[in-house]
């Protein structure tokens, strides 16, 4: 339980990255369409949907070629400088938030696969047990049934 709830800070973490990438990106292109027409098509030949639409390592992707591309684009473009920056800034924090929630993920499942292990343990060592006490007393259901006690009665009462 503690692991699972230790995911949901990566989750929003990431979510919130993707939200702040999506704003640098289509501030990039604002800043190219303000550079010139042939600037813009030189950093966004495709325009800004295929870089924000994805989210993850598939938009990280992008970012990368992005900044290529603004690089790409600097001698015609006096601000690609700073752009390239904001856009490297976001990009490291996307792959750093994409990194802690694969870790969170990867505890939870880990100990989530304990759990059912040592579950199916139990349920192996009882199904063995359950068996050698109807072996040892097979005729009788009374004897085998006090090994075997329902402990959740209907309506919560204890009887003693």
Request: glycine content about 6%; charged content about 30%; proline content about 3%.
């Amino acid at each position: 339980r503690t692991a699972v709830l230790d995911c949901i800070g990566p989750r929003v973490a990431v979510t919130l990255i993707d939200l702040r990438a999506d704003s640098v990106a289509r501030s990039a292109k604002r800043s190219a369409d303000e550079a010139g027409k042939d600037v813009s098509a030189m950093v966004f030949p495709e325009g800004v949907t295929p870089i924000v639409k994805p989210v993850g390592q598939s938009e990280v992707g992008e970012l990368i070629k992005l900044e290529a591309q603004v690089l790409a684009a600097a001698s015609r473009w006096s601000e690609a400088a700073a752009i390239h920056e904001r856009i490297v800034q976001v990009r490291t924090r996307y792959e750093a938030a994409l990194t802690q929630r694969t870790t969170a993920l990867n505890a939870a499942a880990s100990k989530r696969a304990l759990r059912d292990a040592a579950k199916e343990d139990f349920l192996d060592n009882f199904a063995k047990v359950a068996s050698a006490i109807k072996g040892l007393y097979p005729r009788d259901k009374a004897l085998q049934d006090v090994f075997f006690e329902d402990v959740r009665r209907a309506g919560g009462d204890d009887e003693g």
